[in-house]
């Protein structure tokens, strides 16, 4: 980064914590507790600091970089710490950046932290209760949720143009559209997606493997031009900030006509107040058999995959060959995901969750955040929780043996990651909540 900032701007990279966290229940109250070991890095975060005219933290935004950004304030004890959100590791995403920062509430980011850590520490405690994230997977599995992915009884794979709510159980009967066209749905890219993606086409062998090719290909620059290629690679969003569109509108026109872009209605467009958009090439301009020769083998790859969907994910759809109807749900079709030779039949599909499905369905409960997504979705594997087969997830013993309190635990896991927000959550709150 420091070769892509201003001259007066100095970089320190904290290298991950450099404080622990401990939090005592009992009194509600969180303490950083220094590492010995990055006591040279606090050192120098100190005394830069006293030459500055002003700090810019720039971290995650989920609570580990919460955490450092509040550790960080407390160290230095002034007001007009800032904080910034980094979008990509090029010149523009940097001076970008350094002029779209904000004051860091450091006392609201200390409450939202002490209840995160309110809430896991009382339901650990809570001998009703199996492990959060079992009750997370319990949730998505059992109760009624949103689904846009089924299954037919061959095992193929259908997508839906809206999410459905429906049970996990329910078969929905659909039937071919004999009098509509409709078209393919394809979304800019979630690193729930991209991590599916990697897995799936062999680029790693495990999904935190996926995670850290990931995270390698973001931190590439390119040797002779010191290009950065993709955006912020630890993001929920299947969308680009408005600004983006633009961009990527003026970067089209020079491989292709601008009537060949998704036109306004159709563009996924993220709020402006979204940490962080979809990842995508920076440069549209940069084909991947342009820079084959600077890359490895598999970031090669994952940029050449990122970049063919970035592109079908900005222009116009592609029309399907055959779309199915449901009559319950009038206005949405559903299409196979592959070729299949059933198209005049009817058939039954029922829901699943794919890998991207449930990253996103657990980042709305507050259960898992992008960067933990591929190391915790091994562990599950490792502990027999769940099972992965072309990119469906099915539940294995420990979650099918609670899933008659399915319902209850996606209850109280909204009412908790909602209340996380709450400036005065108090123990009593809680209690009653996991106890209802």
């Known amino acids: 980064m420091q070769k892509l900032c201003p001259p007066s701007v100095y970089i320190i990279a904290t290298e991950g914590f450099c404080w622990q966290p401990k939090y005592d229940a009992y009194k509600n109250q969180l303490k950083a507790v ?19 005219n002003s700090v810019i933290i720039a971290t995650d935004t989920d609570p580990s970089g919460d955490f450092i950004a509040w550790s960080v304030s407390r160290l ?33 980011l200390e409450t939202r932290l002490k209840n995160r850590f309110l809430i896991h520490d009382l339901w650990s405690k809570n001998r009703n209760l199996p492990d959060i994230q079992l ?11 949103r689904y846009s992915h089924f299954l037919n009884e061959n095992g193929i794979l259908f997508k839906s143009s809206e999410q459905i709510q429906c ?106 107040d979204a940490p962080h958009e979809s990842i995508y090439p920076l440069q549209l301009t940069v084909k991947p058999q342009e820079v084959a020769g600077e890359l490895s083998s598999k970031p090669g790859k994952l940029y050449e995959w990122i970049y063919h969907h970035t ?57 898992l955040k992008p960067s933990k997504f591929g190391k915790t979705l091994d562990e599950w594997l490792d502990k027999g929780w769940i099972k992965i087969k072309n990119n469906v997830v099915t539940p294995c013993k420990p979650v099918l043996s609670k899933m008659d309190r399915a319902r ?9 990651n909602r209340q996380a927000e709450n400036n005065s959550l108090t123990p009593e709150t809680v209690q009653s909540i996991l106890s209802s």
């Open 34 to 52: 220094a590492d010995p070991e990055k006591a040279d890095i606090r050192k120098e975060i100190k005394e830069q600091a006293k030459w500055a």
């Open 76 to 108: 230095l004890k002034s007001t007009g710490v800032k904080r910034g959100t980094i979008q990509n590791l090029s010149k523009n995403g940097i001076y970008s950046m350094l002029s779209d920062v904000q004051e860091l509430d450091d006392s609201r």
């Open 135 to 145: 009750a997370g997977l319990t949730a998505v599995f059992g109760a009624e949720n």
């Open 167 to 272: 049970a996990p159980d329910e078969l929905i009967s659909v039937y071919p559209e004999k009098h509509e066209q409709h078209y393919t749905i394809t979304k800019p890219l979630s690193t729930f997606d991209v991590l599916e993606a990697a897995k799936e086409q062999k680029f790693a062998q495990y999904y935190y493997e996926a995670q850290l090719l990931l995270q390698q290909l973001f931190q590439t620059t390119l040797q002779f031009s010191d290009d950065a290629l993709i955006s912020y690679p630890r993001t929920d969003a299947r969308a680009f900030y408005s600004e983006t569109w633009e961009s990527i509108k003026n970067q089209y026109i020079k491989l292709g006509s601008v009537n060949q872009l998704k036109p306004t209605f159709l563009q996924e467009i993220a709020d402006s």
């Open 311 to 367: 592109i079908k994910s900005i222009t116009m759809p592609e029309a399907l060959a055959h779309s199915y109807v449901n009559e319950l749900n009038p206005g949405i079709y559903f299409y196979p995901q592959q070729n299949h030779d059933f198209y005049k039949k009817s058939v039954s599909l029922n829901p699943c969750t794919t890998v991207s499905d449930l990253g996103i369905q657990l980042n709305k409960t507050g259960i």
């Open 408 to 416: 209850n635990y996606q209850k109280i896991l909204a009412t908790l």
